[in-house]
């Protein structure tokens, strides 16, 4: 444990950042979940409803460092991949 201030109220805020991290990764890996379920499912307007949402918060993850936007560009289009191989 820091015994210094300024290193107190470090951990403090990195726990806080941590929290907050992990809820919006949390989130991103759930999106995504339902995307490749509504593909099984064959629900066209649920894959395209909830590909929009997975799309956005795999940017935001991205915008906000938590995943490499790379990754995000590529999970995308792999989602988009499978979409598209639904419709056809």
Same mark, same amino acid.
Do not use: Y
């Given at each position: ?13 990195? =726990? ?9 990764? +949390? ?25 929009? =949402? ?22 995308? +289009? ?6 598209? +191989?639904?419709?056809?």
């Amino acid at each position: 444990m820091p015994n210094i201030k300024s290193a107190i109220k470090r951990v403090k805020i990195n =726990d806080k950042k941590r929290a907050q991290n992990i809820t919006v990764k +949390s989130a991103m890996r759930t999106s995504v979940k339902k995307v490749e379920a509504a593909i099984v499912t064959n629900d066209a307007t649920a894959v395209a409803t909830t590909f929009a =949402d997975a799309a956005s918060k795999l940017d935001k993850a991205a915008s906000k460092g938590l995943i490499h936007k790379n990754a995000a560009a590529r999970k995308k +289009s792999r989602l988009m991949k499978k979409m598209n +191989s639904l419709n056809a």
